[in-house]
């Protein structure tokens, strides 16, 4: 099992940033990829940034290109996401998962994190 619980959500001005954080714990060796996704309501489940533990491969979502980063700490087990140039349309419960393989599918994942609202005000 692997658990993974977010943070650094909240309320932000349209053009601002925030930087959530995600925790990993358990038997992290054996997932093999961090995602992000996110739901706003009555939306499906969207596809954000997934990365690689071991080569930091990443990829994003087209709607993020260019102004969402991921990264990870592998000695930390923790990915983050940065959001740059937020934007109102970005506001959604933004949620972390891990992986076995590269994939942009939520049901890929089979471990979640609880969620974290992030607002952008216009």
């Known amino acids: 099992q692997v658990q993974v619980v977010e943070s650094g959500g909240g309320l932000v001005q349209a053009g601002g940033s925030l930087r959530l954080s995600c925790v990993a714990s358990?038997?992290?060796?054996?997932?093999?990829?961090m995602g992000w996704f996110r739901q706003a309501p009555g939306k499906e489940r969207e596809f954000v940034a997934v990365i690689t533990w071991n080569i930091g491969s990443t990829t994003y979502g087209e709607s993020v290109k260019g102004r969402f980063t991921i990264s990870g700490d592998n000695a930390k087990n923790t990915v983050y996401l940065q959001m740059n140039s937020l934007k109102p349309e970005d506001t959604a419960v933004y949620y972390c998962?891990?992986?076995?393989?590269?994939?942009?599918?939520?049901?890929?994942?089979?471990?979640w994190g609880q969620g974290t609202q992030v607002t952008v005000s216009s």
């Open positions: 358990g038997r992290t060796f054996s997932s093999h990829t």
């Open positions: 998962a891990a992986g076995y393989r590269f994939a942009l599918h939520p049901n890929d994942y089979p471990y």
